[in-house]
């Protein structure tokens, strides 16, 4: 047997994207074992709990919300978007990293993204999930989020087609919808493969239901493929759309300090960062307690952290060019945004982002940083941390000072506004525990692929 | 036609190549009527039993098709005919604001498209189907490879056929029941 499927391991000596040893029955029944024998652990149990309080507590805030209305945020003018926003971006930016994962390395013949792909796709919906709730609770009245949809009504009014916002509405669900169905998609073979393992008579019944009956023929396989291949096509130029539209939100209106053409590509590499930090914070511990070192290994962690510095470097130019045209267009409002933002009352925020994003990452360049699994989880958390403070000063300092000094103010978030924040870090938390748990994190048709007794020999071709 | 007693014969192998050989051999001889089962896709398999271009493509064309166009004459019909708000006299078919949506439009007509042409075309969701009778086919989503050939095929022979099966040096050769 090969050393390395890829037969890259033996030139460059990087670590395989499986070890050696495993066989199409071993890959099966290792990642299938762990939805369908494994006891439930103790520490699932805990994360499970913690993950779920805090889901309560988000319907705590959001049933508190629908009673008071979002007075009992700190939104106010001048600053009327708040943590609603800063916490929509922030998501919505973790989920870019699934689908460049799925799609973008699919459509470049990057086999090493088949072991970590299944749980970032899973980790995207979560995410735009934990995204799409804040801008309808911000709307006011939730409950009417469906007047955004153009539909025949009573009214007889419709959506304004030329507002970023209602591009907005398109832009995300259209990616959710999209994100779902090519996830789902994924996931038939596999769930044919639990159907055929599953003991229990209710999980056989649950695994054939959602599997349809997939029966792994020949003509299945080949439109199979064909449609993952255009999936995937479809998803890559859809997931550079979507931060971009995003951006719009900001870049099409005239505030000093969103007015600015470089929000769409800054955006969007800010993105992919915090979601391959957000990859990285979730596939360390799984991979150490699921014993799943051999599938995600090593060379995932280091390509992980790799695209973290560079799309990391992408935001540190995003940064500098918005100094720099700030000095280039000369404007007093720009100038006066810009030092408000490097000393005004929010600078300390600026400079820990500045320390998060730039500064600390550059450790990445060092080859023993990328191979230290604690260091690696530390600095991911640093990267969500940094992204997290981007967005609360793009939206917030910018905002706060408005054009006339009469109208200045400051924001400060209440306790329900971090409620909500940390809600939905709960409810992302705990839907990914029960996917873990309840399907196969790893996609096991995959990663048979990838071994090299999966090679149809030269004779049969 | 009659419905033939059984469904069909199915033989099963260890290994990718195998599968390709044996399919291939089946399709020379003449049988048409047969499928091959994997546990992943392999390129030389649906090549082997003549199922050489998939039509979800073209599925996939027309989605994306009707989703733009569909988008477009959606926010012009809206924005210009049904509910025109006149701004400074500037242009109602303001074509560069509704590209956003006329894309967004396009991807997800064509991924809808993809997906349910997809399993159209593979005729899922099938709650049943006959080759699940055979005990061992549960291994066709592990590690095991099966190729199938059906009862209704014009060259198909009870015994013939199971004579050419056993001689492609298979597992074994069952029959698949109704």
């Known amino acids: 047997m090969a050393e390395d499927p890829t037969g890259q391991a033996p030139r460059t000596g990087r670590p395989p994207v499986i070890a050696p040893g495993y066989t199409f029955a071993t890959v099966t029944d290792k990642i299938s074992a762990i939805v369908l024998s494994r006891r439930t652990s103790m520490g699932w149990i805990v994360g ?64 090493w993204r088949n072991s970590i792909n299944r749980f970032a796709e899973a980790m995207t919906l979560f995410a735009v999930m934990c995204a799409g709730m804040f801008p309808l609770l911000h709307l006011g009245r939730p409950w009417l989020f469906y007047w955004l949809f153009p539909y025949p009504n009573t009214m007889q009014v419709w959506p304004q087609f030329r507002s970023p916002l209602v591009w907005d509405v398109f832009a995300v669900s259209t990616y959710f919808t999209v994100s779902l169905l090519f996830w789902f998609v994924g996931l038939i073979p596999d769930l044919g493969t639990l159907r055929d393992r599953a003991h229990s008579r209710f999980a056989r019944a649950a695994y054939g239901f959602l599997a349809m009956g997939w029966r792994g023929s020949a003509r299945h396989w080949k439109n199979y493929e064909s449609a993952y291949l255009l999936l995937a096509g479809l998803a890559t130029p859809l997931v550079v759309s979507v931060h971009t539209v995003v951006s719009f939100d900001f870049a099409i209106s005239i505030v000093p300090g969103w007015h600015t053409t470089i929000f769409p590509p800054y955006f969007v590499a800010g993105a992919i960062y915090s979601g391959f930090a957000m990859v990285l914070v979730i596939a ?65 925020l600026y400079w820990a982002l500045i320390f998060c994003n730039i500064l600390a990452p550059q450790v990445l360049w060092s080859r023993r940083v990328r191979q230290s699994v604690g260091a ?28 006339l000094t009469s109208s200045w103010g400051m924001y400060y978030p209440t306790r329900w506004d971090w409620l909500t924040f940390w809600g939905t870090v709960g409810f992302f938390g705990m839907s990914m525990y029960l996917f873990i748990r309840f399907l196969p994190m790893i996609s096991i048709f995959e990663m048979r692929t990838l071994l090299p007794e999966a090679e149809v020999e030269a004779e049969a071709k | ?14 290994s990718p190549t195998e599968l390709a050989l044996a399919a291939r051999k089946a399709y020379e001889e003449g049988y048409r009527r047969l499928d091959a089962y994997s546990p992943f896709p392999i390129e030389e398999v649906s090549e082997a039993i003549g199922f050489g271009h998939s039509r979800v493509p073209l599925v996939v064309l027309v989605g994306g098709l009707l989703g733009g166009i569909g988008g477009y004459l959606m926010q012009y019909w809206i924005s210009a005919l049904n509910y025109p708000i006149n701004v400074a006299g500037r242009p109602l078919n303001s074509w560069p604001a509704f590209i956003v949506v ?16 997809m399993l159209a075309l593979n005729r899922l969701p099938m709650p049943y189907h006959p080759v699940f009778n055979v005990e061992r086919f549960a291994f066709a989503s592990k590690d095991r490879f099966f190729l199938c050939i059906y009862a209704d095929d014009r060259k198909f022979d009870r015994a013939q056929t199971e004579k050419f099966l056993a001689g492609l040096n298979p597992k074994n050769v069952s029959e698949v029941p109704h």
């Open chain 1, 48 to 111: 499970f709990g913690v993950g779920f309080i805090l889901t309560m507590v988000l319907l705590l805030a959001v049933s508190y919300l629908l009673v008071k209305g979002v007075g009992i945020w700190g939104i106010d003018i001048p600053v009327a978007w708040g943590f609603a926003i800063v916490n929509f971006v922030w998501w919505i930016g973790i989920g870019h990293a699934g689908t460049l994962i799925s799609a973008i390395l699919l459509l470049l013949n990057q086999p």
């Open chain 1, 284 to 348: 360390i511990p799984i991979r150490k307690y699921y014993g799943l070192g051999d599938m995600i290994t090593m060379r995932h962690l280091d390509n992980s952290a790799k695209i973290m510095l560079v799309t990391g470097l992408i935001v540190a130019y995003g940064y500098l060019i918005e100094g720099f045209m700030t000095w280039y267009k000369s404007e007093d409002f720009d100038f006066f945004m810009m030092k408000n933002r490097l000393m005004g009352p929010y600078a300390p």
């Open chain 1, 376 to 403: 690696l989880f530390t600095i991911s958390i640093v990267v969500l941390i940094g992204m997290w403070l981007e967005r609360f000063v793009i939206v917030i300092t910018s905002l706060h000072r408005d054009f």
């Open chain 2, 1 to 14: 036609m009659k419905r033939p007693p059984i469904f069909g014969l199915m033989a099963e192998f260890d």
């Open chain 2, 102 to 117: 006329t894309f967004e439009m396009t991807i997800l007509g064509a991924a809808l498209f993809a997906v349910f042409g």
